[in-house]
């Protein structure tokens, strides 16, 4: 639409031509007219010049009613001859009874006496009424007339003959052409002056016309900074005037717009929640950068999709269902109920649990335009929830089992076994050992919720790990020498040579090691070695400790830090384990900002690591026993 306009399809030329044409045509009209009358005119001078006077008429009726033919004839030839007229070429008078009583062509006259061959002069005779004629021949343009001679001294006016005279009015039209000449060259240079002055004129009125569409072209490419110039205070200027107020308009418009369309853009890349807005038919026009993380895809996969195919539930639902919001959709077993809330596990990450909230968009006429969907990414909140319900669970389960047996070893004490000397010791010393069992629980269970809580105190110190690591195998050591009923194992310590101070809560750190210590004597088999080490590296202490136990099943490694997750469930309670020094001695590390794991391989040990932040620190101390 914004290529070059040909000559005959510009509205310069139209109007120019229009006005041309208009003027040609008025002039045509005009002339046609005047000429018209010019040769009507010309045409009744030259039949009143040509017209035979009333006394010559009269005096051929007078000879053409005597008996005396011969006479007669030489009468007739003589008033014929008398006619002086240059105009009148021939004149023929005939009797009553067609014949040719007098001519005025010398040449023709033999035929006087003879019947006339015309038969206009005899149907003139008999109808007694004047005929006249124009006549054009390759000769030129003769004019005709046939007067009746009628005697009016009878009671009848009988017709005694007729008079015909011809003329040449070759002269008449001669005029008449150049007259009409002369009007064709006016009209020409009228039409051409008529061309030159439409041409200002369609110019004058074009050229803002042009100028304004030159500016609606800029407009709608985007470049607001032209104006157009006002010519005049008329509709053209008024129209000049709007179109330069809508440029300003459109121009405010458009910032206004594009300032909207980038916040929305911001807004819908920064959004934590996932949005993806469709088409009336369910076919994908918007989705966000969250939304594109949430289902592993990018936005030219996607743009143009059904999003039943992009949340993967072709097979379930249809476009309607999602507009009807029934009530009894589900998409996933975890799905909610929710009027406006499904549920949907992608295919390509099953760990990803998104709630998704679709709102119809409507105009208002209520015509459904689109639907918008936003996905809520709940994979934290739903681990939560099922931490919290196997939480509980857990601790329902693991105070009920030392609960019923302190309730049945009650019981049987109740019953009478207390008379027994032998019984009654051992019932009442499981029976502490339970309730202590239980008492050490609920610490732990204090201990997890205040460091969950960030209300547990942390006393930091700067210690010298090598001497703090040392001083806690110094004391399993011991508890091998002075226990001959303990298990029996050693110890290999491998540390770093130069001193490693670090910042940390000696309490709470000891509580980990013994942790990860006792879970090594526990699993390790009577005589087995477990190696610790002490190292630096990338601005990290890196302690790690390692046992030739039986080792953790690959698909339970990411889960012994969990409360109350136990490898061996049935030996960890028999040596009474609770579950929870694992996930304490994690909770008590990331405290620490350090991070704790394990690398373990079912039949060949485990080897536990805790790296915590270190920073080279010049100043050191003692670590005693009194520390």
């Known amino acids: 639409m914004n290529g070059k306009i040909r000559l005959f399809q510009s509205i310069h030329f139209k109007i120019a031509i229009v006005f041309v044409l208009l003027l040609l045509?008025?002039?045509?009209?005009?002339?046609?007219?005047?000429?018209?009358?010019?040769?009507?005119?010309?045409?009744?001078?030259?039949?009143?010049?040509?017209?035979?006077?009333?006394?010559?008429?009269?005096?051929?009726?007078?000879?053409?009613?005597?008996?005396?033919?011969?006479?007669?004839?030489?009468?007739?030839?003589?008033?014929?001859?008398?006619?002086?007229?240059?105009?009148?070429?021939?004149v023929l008078v005939v009797d009553n009874k067609g014949v040719i009583r007098g001519t005025s062509n010398a040449n023709d006259q033999?035929?006087?006496?003879?019947?006339?061959?015309?038969?206009?002069?005899?149907?003139?005779?008999?109808?007694?009424?004047?005929?006249?004629?124009?006549?054009?021949?390759?000769?030129?343009?003769?004019?005709?007339?046939?007067?009746?001679?009628?005697?009016?001294?009878?009671?009848?006016?009988?017709?005694?003959?007729?008079?015909?005279?011809?003329?040449?009015?070759?002269?008449?039209?001669?005029?008449?052409?150049?007259?009409?000449?002369?009007f064709l060259t006016a009209s020409l240079v009228a039409g051409l002056l008529g061309m030159i002055i439409a041409i200002f004129i369609a110019r004058a009125i074009t050229q803002p016309i042009d100028e304004m569409k030159k500016q609606a072209i800029q407009i709608a490419d985007g470049d607001y900074s032209g104006q157009v110039r006002i010519y005049g205070h008329d509709e053209l200027g008024q129209l000049a005037f709007a179109v330069n107020n809508l440029s300003i308009r459109v121009e405010e418009a458009q910032e206004v717009s594009d300032a909207e369309r980038r916040r929305l853009d911001s807004v819908l890349s920064h959004m934590t929640d996932g949005v993806?807005?469709?088409?009336?038919?369910?076919?994908?026009?918007?989705?966000?950068?969250?939304?594109?993380?949430?289902?592993?895809?990018?936005?030219?996969?996607?743009?143009?999709?059904?999003?039943?195919?992009?949340?993967?539930?072709?097979?379930?639902y249809s476009f309607r269902d999602l507009l009807e919001n029934k009530r009894d959709m589900v998409i996933e077993p975890d799905t909610q109920n929710d009027e406006d809330e499904q549920t949907v596990s992608p295919d390509h990450a099953r760990h990803l649990i998104l709630h998704v909230d679709f709102s119809l968009i409507q105009r208002e006429t209520g015509f459904i335009s689109g639907l918008v969907c936003v996905l809520h990414d709940v994979t934290e909140q739903e681990k939560n929830e099922r931490e919290r319900r196997e939480f509980v669970s857990n601790v329902s389960h693991e105070l009920r089992t030392p609960l019923t047996s302190v309730r049945s070893y009650i019981e049987a004490l109740s019953d009478g076994a207390w008379q027994d000397e032998k019984?009654?010791?051992?019932?009442?010393?499981?029976?502490?050992?339970?309730?202590?069992?239980?008492?050490?629980?609920?610490?732990?269970?204090?201990?997890?919720?205040?460091?969950?809580?960030?209300?547990?105190?942390?006393?930091?110190?700067?210690?010298?790990?090598?001497?703090?690591?040392?001083?806690?195998?110094?004391?399993?050591?011991?508890?091998?020498?002075?226990?001959?009923?303990?298990?029996?194992?050693?110890?290999?310590?491998?540390?770093?040579?130069?001193?490693?101070?670090?910042?940390?809560d000696t309490d709470k750190m000891m509580q980990v090691i013994d942790n990860i210590m006792n879970n090594a004597i526990k699993y390790s088999p009577d005589g087995g070695v477990i190696t610790t080490r002490l190292i630096e590296s990338h601005n990290n202490l890196v302690v790690s400790i390692s046992d030739q136990g039986l080792g953790i099943p690959r698909k339970d490694i990411s889960k012994v830090f969990d409360r109350f997750y136990r490898v061996d469930k049935a030996r960890s309670r028999k040596q009474g384990g609770t579950g929870l020094g694992l996930a304490i001695s994690k909770e008590v590390v990331e405290a620490h900002h350090g991070r704790i794991w394990v690398d373990s391989a079912e039949g060949r040990g485990s080897t536990f690591y805790i790296s915590l932040p270190y920073e080279p620190y010049e100043d050191g101390g003692e670590w005693s026993e009194e520390n």
């Open 25 to 90: 045509a008025t002039i045509e009209i005009i002339g046609a007219y005047f000429v018209k009358q010019l040769e009507q005119q010309n045409v009744d001078n030259f039949e009143s010049m040509v017209t035979i006077q009333p006394y010559i008429s009269t005096q051929l009726v007078t000879e053409l009613s005597t008996d005396d033919t011969e006479t007669a004839n030489r009468s007739v030839k003589n008033i014929v001859a008398d006619i002086d007229n240059s105009s009148i070429s021939e």
């Open 276 to 316: 993806i807005a469709t088409d009336r038919r369910g076919n994908v026009t918007i989705i966000n950068e969250a939304a594109q993380g949430f289902l592993n895809t990018t936005g030219d996969d996607t743009i143009g999709e059904s999003i039943l195919t992009v949340l993967g539930i072709e097979k379930e």
């Open 110 to 182: 033999a035929s006087i006496g003879q019947r006339t061959p015309k038969s206009d002069i005899k149907s003139v005779i008999y109808a007694n009424r004047k005929k006249t004629e124009i006549t054009s021949t390759r000769d030129g343009s003769y004019y005709t007339s046939i007067t009746p001679l009628t005697n009016q001294s009878t009671d009848a006016n009988q017709v005694v003959g007729a008079i015909y005279v011809r003329a040449s009015m070759d002269t008449v039209y001669r005029n008449i052409n150049q007259v009409t000449v002369i």
């Open 423 to 504: 019984l009654a010791p051992q019932f009442l010393t499981v029976t502490q050992e339970e309730t202590d069992r239980m008492i050490r629980m609920i610490n732990e269970l204090l201990a997890l919720s205040r460091l969950d809580q960030g209300t547990a105190k942390m006393e930091l110190e700067y210690v010298n790990f090598n001497e703090f690591f040392n001083y806690i195998l110094d004391r399993f050591d011991m508890m091998l020498k002075t226990d001959p009923k303990q298990k029996r194992y050693r110890i290999e310590r491998e540390f770093t040579k130069h001193d490693l101070w670090v910042e940390i």
